[in-house]
């Protein structure tokens, strides 16, 4: 929970540098198992960071959200 703070703060002083952020809040968000919050963060993610370094291992935890989805 601290950490998701943390990195929210972060993404909100400067959104544009900080897009790291997004991902680490929407892993965040899974381990505190808020999914849906967790779908949204990695979703914007992705759309936002086309070819980021983490891009693929936001896709591989969207993918685990999904089939989790009932």
């Known amino acids: 929970m601290e950490a998701y703070m943390y990195y929210q703060s972060a993404f909100m002083v400067e959104p544009q540098k900080n897009q ?5 809040m929407g892993f965040c968000a899974i381990k505190m198992q808020k999914n849906d919050q967790a779908l949204d963060l990695l979703n914007q993610f992705v759309k936002d960071n086309p070819g980021h ?3 693929k291992k936001a ?4 993918l685990g959200l999904q089939k989790a989805k009932p």
């Open 20 to 24: 790291d952020c997004l991902f680490f």
């Open 59 to 62: 896709k591989l935890l969207l």
């Open 53 to 55: 370094e983490n891009e």
